[in-house]
């Protein structure tokens, strides 16, 4: 069973702060997506990355794929309250079993 | 385009009752999915569809079936609701296998 941890769980922050939030595996995925979830609403696609090694930015997000397509990260510099929200990774291996991690919830206070 | 959309938004229902959810997608995405989420959960399989007369099942699949006669419909089933069953269930589809488009959720309570 191909699983994906992510931590920390939970994260509360002062905003300004910067953090970083990790997606592991044992199992090596073809691709990788991070979402974001607001209360009472379904996930939202943020990004998808595909290579090895791949990092792309999306304004103050930053995110990064392993060399070995195992894992990944999510950075958020000087975060704001507005980041507030549950991000979720998710990942698609060649055999199309989708696999969502458990989530990082995330609170940034004003 | 109205992406997708699901209903209904919220539900009751007591032990033992079946009911439909609906979903649907205007999108022409081959692929479709549903999901439950419960607290600390995440988001688990429930069924999924790669194309219209094609499911498999997903993490959790007892006590759900799916149908998909065509490209835009994907409706969950319950057979006999069970409280166990009381989550957020959230529709999904996708062009791929990898960027999925949520509906907004349908919230069932089984008493």
């Known amino acids: 069973t191909q699983l994906l941890e992510q931590s920390p769980q939970f994260l509360s922050i002062q905003e300004g702060e910067n953090l970083t939030v990790y997606c592991n595996s044992s199992?090596?995925?073809?691709?990788l997506q991070w979402y974001r979830q607001e209360p009472g609403e379904g996930p939202v696609l943020l990004v998808t990355v595909v290579t090895g090694g791949e990092v792309k930015k999306l304004k103050r997000l930053t995110f990064q794929f392993g060399d070995a397509r195992k894992d990944s990260s999510l950075h958020i510099t000087a975060a704001q309250p507005g980041d507030t929200g549950l991000y979720l990774c998710h990942g698609s291996s060649n055999t199309g079993k989708l696999i969502f991690g458990q989530g990082t919830t995330l609170q940034v206070k004003p | 385009n109205a992406g997708v959309t699901q209903t209904p938004k919220f539900q009751v229902l007591k032990t033992g009752q079946s009911m439909t959810l609906q979903c649907a997608q205007d999108m022409n995405h081959e692929y479709m999915s549903w999901y439950r989420q419960d607290p600390g959960m995440g988001l688990r399989l429930i069924h999924y569809s790669v194309g219209a007369g094609i499911t498999d099942q997903g993490e959790v699949p007892n006590g759900y079936n799916v149908s998909r006669s065509t490209t835009e419909d994907f409706p969950l089933r319950l057979l006999s609701a069970a409280p166990s069953q009381t989550s957020v269930y959230f529709c999904?589809?996708?062009?791929?296998?990898?960027?999925?488009?949520f509906g907004p959720g349908t919230r069932l309570t089984v008493l």
């Open positions: 999904a589809s996708s062009y791929s296998h990898k960027n999925w488009f």
């Open positions: 199992s090596v995925f073809s691709s």
